[in-house]
């Protein structure tokens, strides 16, 4: 029998003490505490700009005299004024980030990143870790402890968590993405979203709410984020006003706005996805991808292939460097991983679609709804589409 690891609550002796908490910090919303960098030194010469350089035109100023911009204080009154609401609840999703981020790298967890027990009749490659089920705890107490919370659905529950009656706020989560690999310690990531709760249905028993409550459609996200797990902890972030990216200050535990205003090239040169899949692809597919790894595309250079196999850093790279990240079958989530992905890729100039109609545009109807998913550059994006049949409708299933 999988015995369940306990994950003890933020307010609890057993935090990081590295890690800001809230509680243990006297937080209160509506408090600025400008961001004072222990040193700085170390943060000279990382490329931060003076304050109007750093947060574009058309965001006022969440940079502190020093030049730096904490998360917070970019949420917060200083920056876009997000309310307190919202910056009480990213100040929990961040803690409870840095406390995964502190898991996936901790010697003493490997145990937990192993397989599932395997059931009767074989392994379940798609089957949670322990890792997956912890980190999933650990989402779900930071959003309690926030007070902000009605509902949370989760990749790693079968329904949505009522959690409180007056929470403004709906969270979807992928709470550990690409866990399958980590044994190997690859890049792993935590995707949420946020939508307001629908008042309107505040009437309906907690579970047929909280379900209708989970499945509004992409285009009435509020805010929306990954952070990857990589050699950087980064927070990328966007609340509808351009995607910024914030990297975990190990010194402090803060994280620093270190990429405002991502714009993803509207043209790229590499191509990402499981590309052993080719002969169950779908013609449309194959002649994009063998066009463009020729360099016979409408740009005249021969893409490179980059596959983690995690979503989140396949993205992240996408997000920076350009180009088209997809998984062409029915295998990523609607709710918790292409919606809030599809946002950030939107707020960067880019595209997410299913191989034939925007991702924000297509509404939920359950939980789990599984479809293709294409991220990327515009110009990359509209050319894949181009090629008309490019969803992989065989999917035999794949050991590995
Ligand atoms: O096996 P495939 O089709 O290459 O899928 C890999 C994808 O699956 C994921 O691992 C997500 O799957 P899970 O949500 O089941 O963990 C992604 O991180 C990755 O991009």
Known sequence: MQTTPTVTSPSSSSCPSL???PKLHNFSVGVTVPYRPRSMASLSGIGLGTPKAVMGSSSSSSVTENGVSTLIEYVGKGGIDAGDDLVLLIHHIQYACKRIA?????????SLAKQAAAPAGGADRDAPKPLDIVSNEIILSSLRNSGKVAV??????????WISDDGPFVVVTDPLDGSRNIDASIPTGTIFGIYNR???LDH?????????NSLQSGTRLVAAGYVLYSSATIFCVSFGSGTHAFTLDHSTGDFILTHPSIKIPPRGQIYSVNDARYFDWPEGLRKYID??????GKHPKKYSARYICSLVADLHRT??????????RDHLRLVYEANPLSFLVEQAGGRGSDGKNRILSIQPVKLHQRLPLFLGSSEDMEELESYGNVQQKVNPGYEV
Request: glycine letters at 6%; aromatic letters at 8%; zero cysteines.
């Open 152 to 161: 949370m659905a989760s990749e790693e529950d079968d329904a949505p968590i």
């Open 204 to 212: 309906l028993p907690k579970e047929e709410k909280a379900q209708l």
């Open 198 to 200: 629908l008042v309107e």
């Open 102 to 110: 502190a898991l996936v790298a901790s010697p003493f967890n490997s």
């Open 19 to 21: 890690f800001f908490h």
């Open 291 to 296: 066009t463009i790894r020729q360099g016979k």
């Open 319 to 328: 997000l920076l460097y350009g180009g088209v990240a997809m998984n062409p």
